[in-house]
């Protein structure tokens, strides 16, 4: 007889640290945010993580993502085509009364969201610069800068970001493309891993391919 779920699986409810300062964000099941994360305007799948000291702006984040420690996710540009790159162009309201916020300025950088797929690692103290799209199952080193969009299942390093080599071989990232197992109900997943822990990445493609 299957298990009852309250059994099988721990509360899905969000996880956040109370030192983490969240605003206009939204969090799938079983996230986690961990101590003194900042994040605003951000989507962030069920069961991804984001590690200590981090913070991300205008992104939209996976299901089954892993985001290390003082990961910047959005580094937000300074508009170096004016006379000055400092705050005082754009946010003058904060050293003067009568001059309000630039909104145009920030609506071009909100326009300029980080979308991130499913099943992505960013290691620690990674950088996501605006506007990157990460595909699924891709890896981004520790320290890297990523100044360019990442293909799904690659993995890049390095300042720039540069691609090492990929994580499987073409055809099993196509095959994992489709069986977009990331999509599968919970209680899928849970049979699954055992499997995920001990058969390789082909046998369980094999067994788990519909």
């Not at 007889?1 to 699986?9: G, K, T």
């Not at 299901?63 to 420690?69: G, Y």
């Not at 699924?136 to 890049?156: L, R, S």
Request: glycine share 6%; proline share 6%; net charge neutral.
């Amino acid at each position: 007889m299957a298990e009852p779920d309250e059994l099988r699986f721990q509360n899905p409810e969000p996880r956040i640290h109370p030192t983490a300062q969240l605003k206009s964000v939204k969090l799938g099941r079983f996230a986690e945010v961990s101590e003194r994360v900042i994040l605003r305007d951000v989507t962030m799948g069920d069961f991804s993580y984001i590690e200590r000291h981090s913070e991300g702006i205008y992104a939209d984040i996976g299901r089954f993502c892993s985001i290390a420690s003082n990961v910047r996710i959005n580094a937000l540009e300074h508009p170096m085509e004016r006379l000055t790159t400092h705050k005082v162009s754009y946010r003058p309201n904060e050293f003067f009364r009568f001059r309000g916020i630039d909104f145009d300025f920030r609506a071009r950088r909100q326009a300029k969201r980080v979308n991130i797929g499913h099943d992505v690692w960013i290691g620690h103290g990674a950088v996501i610069m605006p506007g990157i799209s990460i595909g699924h199952g891709a890896v981004i080193g520790a320290n890297a800068v990523v100044t360019k969009n990442v293909a799904p299942y690659t993995i890049v390093a390095g300042n720039p970001a540069r691609v090492i080599r990929p994580r499987f071989s073409a055809d099993i990232a196509e095959r994992l493309m489709v069986l977009a197992w990331w999509d599968w109900p919970a209680e899928t997943i849970f049979e699954a891993v055992p499997d995920i822990q001990s058969l390789s990445i082909e046998d369980f493609l094999a067994k788990w391919e519909r």
